[in-house]
């Protein structure tokens, strides 16, 4: 019988690793934060309202280059959309844990947290105290996002543009998305988005973020049914 | 302004985190949405990142005069050998310093 506070350690040293990641993205999102016009108390609160580290970035960004307010709202939940994939697929594991757990749990889900506490609940399914694994990994995540966030805006005004910090961001993405792409499904995915850049890089209000993701996912489903890859992959 | 922007899309997040939580969503998607789903990291992601790198002030940059293309050729392969985040990060900026210096 594993106890909850050896299911929270567990989750807490299965995220570890991550941090290392987290700490430097949380730290560019604070001095990008500030840099694009936000004040400091929006940028460091926004780690806890929104706790979706991508979309906080596009957030400021957009907010930098005065975005209308619904496609603004539309690339958060666009961005933001994977994350009814993360609670479909735990939801197996956690509905019939009480409401404010799920709520809890809910807050806490973001990719990296997601990512451990899953590997964890396939390999036991039936542990009572799993639900203490993903409140470990994701307050974990929380908490150096907070400080990571913290010293961006912190430290914002010190960091020479020269640096071309801003330049982290499509480095962190594309050491994110890359190793991603095992299939012609994902080829199909980033080479219809990547045209659709180019074509629509014209457009008013960014509009081409959004055209390009939906076609990108678009095309990206479309192979996969038509080669019958559909599913989790 | 900002503040409610700032917490409608963070509603909005938490919305899509919690909505499968609740017994009024089936548990399970269709095989095409699960599909859909797992493309959209990948797909908006990506759409940054080649925005990130070729894109200046709404619209292509000039190419013979972007050094972010080839710190992004660098940080690729990078990638495709480490697989690091940190790596990619720590090796890729300084990638783009060199080119920014010797083409400037």
Redesign the interface.
């Known amino acids: 019988m594993i106890s909850r506070w050896d299911e929270f350690r567990q989750g807490v040293r299965d995220g570890l690793p991550l941090q ?2 987290i700490l ?1 993205f949380g730290a560019v999102f604070g001095v990008l934060g500030v840099e694009s016009g ?2 400091p108390a ?1 940028t460091f ?2 780690s806890s ?4 580290g ?2 906080q970035i ?2 400021a960004q957009l ?1 930098a280059i005065a975005t209308p ?1 619904a496609i ?2 539309g690339s ?13 697929s ?3 594991y ?2 019939d844990k009480p409401l404010k757990w ?2 809890l ?3 806490l ?1 973001t ?1 990296e947290a997601y990512a451990v506490s899953i590997l964890r609940y396939q390999k036991r399914p039936h542990n009572p105290m799993m639900h203490y694994h993903l409140l470990g990994s994701g307050l974990l995540l929380w908490s150096v996002w907070q400080i990571a966030t913290l010293v961006g805006v912190l430290a914002g005004n010190a960091i020479p543009e ?20 095992k299939s012609r ?2 080829v199909a ?2 080479a219809t ?2 045209a ?3 074509a629509f ?2 457009l ?1 209000y960014n509009l ?2 959004l055209i ?3 076609a ?3 095309a ?2 479309i192979t ?2 038509y080669f019958k ?5 | 302004m900002i503040w409610a922007l700032i917490i409608i899309s963070g509603l909005i997040t938490f919305a899509m985190r919690f909505v499968f939580l609740t017994p009024v969503m089936p548990a399970k998607l269709s095989p095409a949405a699960t599909t859909a789903m797992r493309l959209v990291p990948i797909a908006v992601l990506w759409t940054i990142v080649v925005a990130e790198i070729f894109l200046s002030n709404g619209a292509v940059a000039d190419i013979t005069s972007n050094t972010r293309i080839l710190a992004a050729i660098g940080a690729a392969f990078i990638v495709w050998r480490t697989k690091s985040v940190i790596l990619t990060i720590g090796l890729g900026l300084p990638l783009l310093w060199a080119a920014n210096y010797l083409l400037a």
Not at chain 1, 49 to 52: S, T
Not at chain 1, 78 to 84: G, S, T, Y
């Open positions: 290392l990641g430097p936000l004040t929006q609160f926004m309202l929104l706790f979706a991508t979309s596009i957030f907010v307010i603004l709202l958060v939940a666009a961005l933001n959309a994977r994350h009814l994939l993360y609670s479909a735990i939801s197996e956690i509905r799920r709520i749990l809910a807050y889900l990719d020269e640096m071309a910090l801003g330049f982290v961001i499509p480095l962190i993405f594309m050491a994110i998305t890359l190793p991603l792409i499904v994902e995915t980033i988005s990547t659709c850049v180019f890089a014209h008013p081409w973020l390009a993701a939906i990108g996912i678009a990206g489903t996969a049914v890859q559909t599913g989790d992959a």
